[in-house]
């Protein structure tokens, strides 16, 4: 059985034209001239596709629409207008509809969004493979997975929770490192104490010292009052230093003694603070090599790595995969306010099954939210997926959107604008970070090319270590040769 395109407009030649197009891909076209007949038709014909006109004889495309949507919200309609005001779009969009068609028809563009929404109506019609489901009482933040790997992590939780030893908590980007720490603090005795977190890569190495270890008034330039550090905050409770290995050298002594005798001074300060403090630390980078390289101090890895969690990465958690969508799915579509979405249909489940997930969870969440607010209609389905899944292309993780390198060396200015727009659409719920990583790479790369690689010139322009300066270039993978470029 041929598929179906129902055209309401008032104009007779668009009809012909349409149909006349639509017949070269095989779509056979029924016409209302009226939206009296157009909700009629839809009722008795059940169409796969609707092309709507906005301006209707004495009733507006947009008002037709909503009565479209309760007879059937599975059916993809297309606004078809004259109007090259904005507005209109985006209204007719925000109402839901699939699509938007200006005048005078392009028919190829035409052929190609009819069949597109054709095929997505046919996957609609098939049961989800991931509903929504309602959701439970357990908090937004709470451990989702039961496969083997996971298992093993909670097991661990269990046996370290409870002692008063520093833990160690291991793995990529995105993996739920955090989400480990606190589960940790929860089961501990500490658990009516405080809980600080404090990411040492966000905070610049000059004023990192005194977030941890507070300073005295006058200590440096701009310091006119006394502060009180983390370390000091959270005495009695737990402590959880994200990205260790971004730490200075210097620094790293000084979290060793407080590790080995629970005392530091202030920055600026001469007494001696004591303090009861459980240290819980995250890396995704590879210390044992920083240590060999003079970048990470050996006797505070040791310490450190008393208990070590690994987290795995979510490509090597296929069997968690349904149960992470399904709870992402139900609590993003309350938190954006999409009661009458049904759920994920098996295709699309099938894209998300077969992509490699380099962000983890972090990019899974990113991509839920993003294909809820595509989705027009009730189901996700591929069309409505970021083009990195569809394409089974994700960017590389160290690769900086609106940046290229061309082959003499030299890069062009990040498209900072740009790339937040693009990461505002797709839902990112990392921004301050992934801005950050964007402009630290460009910036290193584009000094190392002003000092043609000296590395210890770039360092002194910097104003950071030697060290940190070759982290960043293994973990932004910059080549360092005749010339500095971003692979």
């Known amino acids: 059985m041929p598929a179906t395109a129902l055209v309401i407009d008032d104009d007779r030649s ?134 083997p790997a996971m298992l093993d992590v909670y097991k661990i939780i269990g046996r370290v929770a409870g002692q008063d030893v520093p833990v160690l908590i291991r793995g990529e980007s995105g993996t739920g490192k955090e989400l480990v720490a606190r589960a940790i603090y929860q089961y501990s005795r500490r658990s009516t104490e405080p809980f600080l977190a ?68 202030r920055v600026g300060g001469n007494s001696t603070i004591t303090t009861n403090v459980r240290l819980i630390a995250a890396t995704n980078r590879p210390l044992e090599q920083m240590v060999e390289d003079g970048n990470f101090r050996e006797d505070l890895l040791y310490r450190l790595n008393t208990i070590t969690i690994r987290l ?38 099938d894209l998300l099954k077969q992509y490699p997930w380099p962000g983890n969870i972090r990019e899974l969440q990113s991509v839920v939210r993003n294909a809820i607010l595509h989705t027009p209609s009730t189901v996700i389905v591929p069309d409505f997926l970021p083009p990195e899944v569809r394409n089974m292309t994700p960017p590389p993780v160290n690769a900086i959107p609106g940046a290229h390198a061309p082959s003499h060396g030299h890069i062009s200015e990040c498209d900072l604008v740009g790339f937040v727009d693009t990461r505002l659409k797709r839902g990112s719920t990392d921004l301050y970070a992934e801005c950050l990583e964007v402009m630290e790479r460009f910036l290193l790369t584009r000094v190392l090319q002003e000092t043609q690689g000296n590395q210890s010139r770039a360092a002194e322009i910097l104003g950071i270590t030697r060290g940190k300066v070759r982290d960043r270039i293994a973990a932004f993978g910059i080549v360092v040769d005749k010339d500095v470029r971003m692979e």
């Open 198 to 265: 404090i990411n040492c890569a966000a905070i610049p190495e000059n004023l990192l010292e005194s977030e941890l270890f507070g300073h005295e008034k006058g200590a440096f330039t701009g310091a006119d009052q006394r502060r009180i550090g983390k370390f000091e905050q959270c005495n009695g409770g737990s402590l959880f230093l994200d990205e260790i290995g971004d730490m200075p050298l210097l620094l790293q002594g000084k979290v060793l003694r407080l590790l080995q005798d629970q005392k530091f001074e």
């Open 312 to 349: 795995p990465p979510l490509r090597d958690r296929p069997e968690d995969l349904p149960l992470l969508l399904e709870r992402f799915l139900s609590r993003f579509a309350v938190e954006l306010n999409r009661p009458d979405l049904e759920g994920i249909s098996p295709s699309a489940l």
């Open 14 to 147: 668009v009809h012909h034209l349409i149909a006349r197009s639509l017949e070269k891909i095989g779509v056979e076209v029924i016409s209302a001239m009226d939206g009296p007949t157009g909700v009629q038709l839809v009722a008795s014909k059940h169409p796969d596709v609707v092309l709507l006109d906005i301006r209707l004889p004495n009733q507006s495309g947009l008002e037709l629409f909503g009565r479209i949507r309760d007879l059937d919200r599975r059916l993809p309609v297309v606004f078809v207008t004259a109007d090259s005001e904005s507005e209109t779009a985006i209204e007719a969009i925000k109402l839901g509809a699939y699509d938007y068609l200006r005048k005078p028809l392009d028919l190829n563009q035409l052929n190609d969004l009819v069949q597109r929404a054709v095929e997505t109506r046919r996957m609609m019609s098939v049961p989800v493979a991931i509903p929504i489901r309602s959701l439970d009482d357990s908090p937004a933040d709470a451990f989702v997975g039961a496969g």
